[in-house]
């Protein structure tokens, strides 16, 4: 059974920083592309930021370019969002993502999909 399990979101001050975690398993994951959304409160799912395998490729929203960075340990099936500089707007349900397909990793049709977790950036 393939699992996306997401850690590392709370309650941080707006400026702070955290880190997310996304592990991945039941499956090979070799060639995929790794993305993180998130969903704030009435607003619409948006693609935050991807990554292909190699990391030769790398998509970042407007609004996080510069204060984000995605990075991937591919041994370990595991992606990570490093997020500086947070602000209030950034509060959200963060979810990982993962498909073999790049256009369809950022297009919000991933294969694979995890629970989330909940960021919250206090003002």
């Known amino acids: 059974q393939v699992q996306l399990v997401e850690s590392g979101g709370g309650l941080v001050q707006a400026g702070g920083s955290l880190r997310l975690s996304c592990a991945a398993s039941?499956?090979?994951?070799?060639?995929?592309?790794m993305g993180w959304f998130r969903q704030a409160p009435g607003k619409e799912r948006e693609l935050v930021a991807a990554?292909?395998?190699?990391?030769?490729?790398?998509y970042y929203a407007d609004s996080v370019k510069g204060r984000f960075t995605i990075s991937r340990d591919n041994p370990k099936n595991t992606v990570y969002l490093q997020m500086n500089s947070l602000k209030p707007d950034d509060t959200a349900v963060y979810y990982c993502?993962?498909?073999?397909?790049?256009?369809?990793?950022?297009?919000?049709?991933?294969?694979?999909w995890g629970q989330g977790t909940q960021v919250t950036v206090s003002s």
């Open positions: 990554t292909t395998w190699s990391g030769g490729r790398t």
């Open positions: 993502a993962a498909g073999p397909i790049w256009s369809t990793v950022v297009s919000g049709r991933a294969n694979y």
């Open positions: 039941g499956r090979t994951f070799t060639g995929y592309t």
